[in-house]
């Protein structure tokens, strides 16, 4: 980690422990790539590595914790239903106990005590309902509780440190389901593929946390152009994804090229000096779902289009149908 520049975090150590002992091959081959490229661990890398390999720890430490909250509650309800179940059981004996009585009662202090021993028992059996309807509203709201931290915990894993945008893992779940709609309801499926120019060459220059400020900003013009029912993630490093169920390749390619030109016209200033960075650009490589494929041919295609606007001068965004929406414009 030292020759690294790692900083000795407790999330970190646990990347680099998982790194040293082999105990996670992905992870492993991750870092080994990262090295052998000579690419420093910068902090949006290290949290990234994080998230992906260990946050589905927080979830299970959720589950685990909910659980056990969850049995405790069950236990205190089944407690309060068996008393309820006996004090039922009471106040029916009471109610038999006062019919039989009744018949051998003659005169009227016999009936007034009759009828007050019916009463305690009444109020008795009330103050036992309000008891338990108490104890499952409770139960209910601890429940209800529950659920909210589980999907907190589950919004916080699936979701970029950096930008605050999805993840990967929510990347893959969106396309998933956004296949899985399109082959059922046969609605247009197109996928958006984006990426930095040159971003090493910033990096290089300005250091890492001008970088992620560079990736913050397009993230945040991508989430600006994107509707509402697409996703727009970090799909990895300084690469974006976009998942647009029911969105045709035409419109797909409108709101790619909008991005691009919104990137373009912005000049960056560099936070900590105010300098100028200059213009920054980005590359996008648009898809649309056959139908006939699996994701990771969509994913492939649209790959292959961002290739191409990266070889054909960046810049640029490459739909299935035609070789520049650029161009095009």
């Known amino acids: 980690m030292a020759e690294h ?12 422990i998982s790194f040293a002992t082999e105990s996670n091959p992905e992870l492993c081959a991750s870092i080994a790539a990262r090295i ?38 069950l236990g205190a309800v089944k407690e309060s239903l068996a008393a309820a179940e006996r004090d039922t ?6 109610l ?14 016999g009936i ?23 104890r ?7 429940v209800t509780q529950l659920r909210s931290n589980l999907e907190k915990v589950r919004e916080e894993a699936m979701t970029d440190a950096l930008t605050g945008i999805a993840n990967r893992k929510r990347f893959d779940e969106s396309l998933r389901k956004a296949k899985r709609r399109a082959d059922s309801t046969k609605e247009p499926l197109s996928l958006v593929l984006c990426d930095i120019d040159f971003f090493k060459r ?4 300005w250091g890492h946390q001008t970088g992620d400020q560079i990736i913050r900003f397009v993230a945040g013009c991508l989430t600006r152009h994107s ?73 492939e295609r649209a790959d292959t289009n961002l290739y191409r606007s990266k070889t054909e001068g960046r810049n640029r965004a490459t739909s299935d149908t035609a070789a520049s929406s650029r161009d095009a414009a």
Not at 136 to 142: A, F, V
């Open 5 to 16: 520049d790692v900083p000795p975090t407790p999330e970190n150590y646990a990347v680099w």
């Open 36 to 73: 052998e490229a000579q690419e420093a661990f910068s902090e949006s890398f290290n949290a990234e590595l994080f998230a992906q390999y260990f946050q589905w720890r927080a979830i299970q430490d959720a589950v685990l914790e909910s659980g056990g909250a969850m049995s405790r509650e």
């Open 89 to 94: 059981a009471a106040y029916g004996q009471a």
């Open 96 to 109: 038999e106990g006062a019919s039989s009585k009744l018949e051998g009662v003659k005169d009227e202090n």
């Open 112 to 134: 007034k005590t009759l009828v007050e021993s019916l009463v305690s028992a009444t109020a008795k059996m009330q103050r036992r309902s309000q008891d338990l309807e108490k």
């Open 136 to 142: 499952l509203q409770e139960t209910c709201n601890e």
């Open 202 to 205: 910033f990096n290089d220059t």
């Open 227 to 299: 509707m509402e029912k697409h996703l727009v993630a970090r799909y990895g490093g300084e690469e974006f994804g976009i998942v647009m169920p029911s969105t045709s390749i035409a419109d797909a390619s409108l709101i790619a090229e909008k991005i691009r030109k919104t990137v373009e016209s912005k000049k960056l200033l560099r936070k900590s000096t105010n300098e100028d960075l200059g213009n920054i650009t980005v590359s996008l490589g648009i898809a649309n779902y056959t139908g006939e494929e699996s994701i990771e041919e969509l994913i």
